[in-house]
C-alpha cells in the first residue's frame, strides 16, 4: 500500500507556515487564527514531512536500548535493509554522511587511501570527513555527467606498494548521480577492477532506490556488485531521519564500532527506526510518481524561451535561464508558493510531497520571472 497524504485537505501539521494572522474572535485562546498556505518545495527531496500513517506508526514503535542492541524496531530495520539489499548485515545510523564515514573507516586504516570521483558527494559535500576524522587519503578523478570514472585512471591511480604511497584501499561510487541512474555495465566493470586489484567497492547509493524503480528491478540487483552501500531513509523514501549502510557480517561490526566512535550510537531509536521501516514497505514504488513529475515538469518548461532544461531520468531537472533572469524568477517562484534555491542553474527535485499541480504553478512562475526579466 503506498502512503499518500490527501491533497485536498489541510493539514496542519504537515503545512509549512506562509502567513500567520492573529484571530480576534471568542476562539483565539485555542486557534491563535493560523491562515496558513501550502508550499512546494523543490530544494531537495530533504524537506519532505512524515505521512500520518508514518506518525503512527513512529508512536506506536517497539523500543529499547539501541547501544545495547536491545531495540526491537531498529533490529528489524537493520534485517528488512540487508535482506532488501542482498547483504549479510546492515546498520542504522543518523545520517548518510556518517554512513559514508563509518563505511569508509572500516574499509580504510589512516594513511590508506580511497579512488572516487571529483564531483562525488562524499568528496564535495561531507565535510571532510574522510580526511578529517578517517585519515584517509582521498584519490580524486574526474567522473562525468552519468557519474563514471574513467576505468583505465581508476587502475592508474592505484599505488603501488611503495613507502612513499598510501595504500590503495577503496574504490567508491554514487548511484544516483545528480539524478542520473548510473549503468550497470559500468558498475559490473568496475566491481571486476576492484576485486583483481584488492580493493573494496563502496556505493554511496543515498538515492539507489530511485535507481532501482528507474530500472524496474530490485536494488539488490544494482547492489551486487558492491561490498558495502549507505543509502538514505530520510531522502525521497520520506523518513524524517536516518540511513542504513548494508554490507558483509564482519565489516558491519566495524561500521558499528566507528558509529559509536562518531557519536552515532543513539538508543531508543526505535522510533526512528519505525520511520524507515514504514518507508520501505509503504514507500519506494512511489518513487515513480516522483520520477513522472521531474519528467513533466521539464517537458513543461523546456518550451519556454531562454531556458536550458536538463532531466537526469528520476527526481531532478536541472534549469538554467539567462544569468540576468535568475532573481526574477526565483522571486516569481516565491509569488506563485515555489521554493528553489537560487543559483545560476536551478535544481528542482521532486518528492512525496510535491502534487500534480506543481508543474502547472512553476511553469506559471517561470513564465513570470522571465517576463519580469525581460522588463
Not at 129 to 155: K, N
Not at 166 to 170: E, G, K
Given at each position: 500500500m503506498v502512503d499518500q497524504q490527501p491533497r485536498d485537505t489541510l493539514d496542519l501539521k504537515r503545512c509549512p507556515i506562509r502567513t500567520l494572522r492573529l484571530y480576534t474572535g471568542p476562539l483565539d485562546c485555542l486557534l491563535q487564527g493560523l491562515v496558513m498556505t501550502a508550499r512546494i518545495d523543490l530544494r531537495s527531496d530533504t524537506v519532505t514531512q512524515p505521512t500520518q500513517a508514518m506518525r503512527r506508526t513512529m508512536a506506536d514503535a517497539e523500543v529499547g536500548d539501541d547501544v545495547m542492541g536491545e531495540d526491537h524496531s531498529v533490529n528489524r530495520l537493520e534485517a528488512i535493509s540487508a535482506e532488501r539489499c542482498g547483504m549479510e548485515g546492515a546498520v542504522f545510523v543518523p545520517s548518510g554522511t556518517q554512513g559514508n564515514l563509518a563505511a569508509m573507516m572500516a574499509h580504510c586504516g589512516r594513511g590508506e587511501e580511497v579512488i572516487l570521483g571529483h564531483d562525488a558527494h562524499t568528496y564535495i559535500n561531507e565535510g571532510g570527513?574522510?580526511?578529517?576524522?578517517?585519515?584517509?587519503?582521498?584519490?580524486?578523478?574526474?567522473?562525468?555527467?552519468?557519474?563514471?570514472?574513467?576505468?583505465?585512471?581508476?587502475?592508474a591511480a592505484i599505488k603501488p606498494d611503495d613507502p612513499h604511497h598510501?595504500?590503495?584501499?577503496?574504490l567508491a561510487q554514487e548511484n544516483t548521480h545528480h539524478g542520473a541512474v548510473v549503468s550497470r555495465e559500468y558498475l559490473a566493470d568496475a566491481a571486476a577492477l576492484a576485486r583483481r586489484h584488492g580493493l573494496g567497492h563502496h556505493l554511496d547509493g543515498a538515492r539507489v532506490f530511485n535507481a532501482s524503480v528507474a530500472e524496474n528491478i530490485e536494488v539488490g540487483e544494482i547492489l551486487r556488485y558492491f561490498d558495502s552501500v549507505s543509502f538514505c531513509l530520510s531522502k525521497g523514501l520520506g523518513a524524517p531521519v536516518g540511513s542504513v549502510v548494508c554490507g558483509p557480517r564482519e565489516l558491519m561490526k566495524r561500521v558499528r564500532r566507528w558509529r559509536k566512535v562518531l557519536g552515532g550510537g543513539m538508543r531508543q531509536a526505535g522510533i526512528l527506526a519505525a520511520a524507515g521501516i514504514h518507508a520501505l514497505e509503504h514507500h519506494v514504488a512511489r518513487l515513480a510518481d516522483d520520477h513522472a513529475r521531474a519528467r513533466a515538469m521539464a517537458e513543461a518548461l523546456e518550451n519556454l524561451d531562454g531556458l536550458s532544461v536538463r532531466y537526469t531520468g528520476t527526481n531532478m531537472l536541472f534549469v538554467t535561464p539567462p544569468r540576468e533572469r535568475v532573481a526574477a524568477i526565483v522571486e516569481a517562484l516565491a509569488d506563485e508558493g515555489v521554493t528553489v534555491k537560487a543559483a545560476p542553474t536551478l535544481r528542482l527535485v521532486t518528492h512525496l510531497d510535491v502534487p500534480d499541480e506543481a508543474v502547472a504553478v512553476v511553469r506559471r512562475g517561470f513564465e513570470r520571472g522571465l517576463a519580469a526579466g525581460a522588463a
Open positions: 570527513g574522510i580526511a578529517v576524522l578517517g585519515g584517509v587519503q582521498p584519490q580524486v578523478l574526474e567522473m562525468d555527467a552519468r557519474g563514471q570514472m574513467d576505468l583505465e585512471a581508476v587502475v598510501a595504500v590503495t584501499r577503496l
